[in-house]
C-alpha cells in the first residue's frame, strides 16, 4: 500500500512540477515581450526627438526659417545658405533611411512605417529640392535612394 501512495504522489508532483515550469516559461515569455516593447518605445521616442529638434531648429532660428522658406518659394540663395538646409535635410533624409532600413528588417509595423514614410515623402521632398537630392543620392543605401526617386516622382 505505501508504495502504491508514494507513486501516486511523485505522479502528483511530476504534474505540479511541469505546471510550475510551464508558469514559469509564461512569465518569461511576457517578461521578453515587455521588454521589446520598452524598447521599441525607447527607440521610437529616440526618433521623434530628433525630428522635433530639426524642426525646432528652423522655428527657432530666424535665418534659418528665412531661408527654408527662400527655398520653399524657389528663389535664390547663398551657397552658404545652401549648406545650411542641406545640413539640415540631411538629418531627415538619414532618419527616413534609418525608417526604411528598420522597416525592411521587420522592426516597424506597417502603420508605423506608412506614418513615418508618408510624412517624409511630402514634407521632405517638398522641402529639399530635387537636384540637392541628386547631389547627395551616391551617399545612401541603393534600394533607399531608389525609393526616394519615387517619392519625387509622385509629387
Known amino acids: 500500500m505505501k508504495k502504491r501512495e508514494l507513486v501516486k504522489w511523485a505522479a502528483i508532483s511530476d504534474i505540479l512540477e511541469t ?8 512569465f518569461v515569455a511576457y517578461s521578453i515581450n515587455r521588454n521589446s516593447a520598452v524598447l521599441q518605445a525607447a ?18 532660428n530666424a535665418e534659418l526659417a528665412s531661408i ?5 518659394n524657389n528663389e535664390e540663395i547663398s551657397e552658404v545658405e545652401k549648406h545650411r538646409m542641406l545640413s ?8 527616413w533611411e534609418l525608417s526604411y532600413v528598420r522597416h525592411n528588417q521587420g522592426l516597424y509595423s506597417a502603420e508605423q512605417w506608412n506614418n513615418w514614410n508618408g510624412y517624409y515623402e511630402i514634407g521632405l521632398t517638398a ?5 540637392w537630392w541628386a547631389e547627395v543620392r551616391p551617399w545612401y543605401q541603393d534600394d533607399f535612394a531608389m525609393h526616394v526617386d519615387a517619392a519625387y516622382a509622385k509629387n
Open 19 to 26: 505546471a510550475v515550469v510551464v508558469v514559469s516559461l509564461l
Open 43 to 60: 527607440n521610437d521616442n529616440f526618433a521623434y526627438q530628433i525630428q522635433d529638434q530639426r524642426v525646432a531648429d528652423i522655428a527657432n
Open 68 to 72: 527654408d522658406l527662400r527655398v520653399r
Open 88 to 95: 539640415q535635410h540631411l538629418r531627415e533624409l538619414n532618419m
Open 127 to 131: 522641402a529639399l529640392p530635387e537636384k
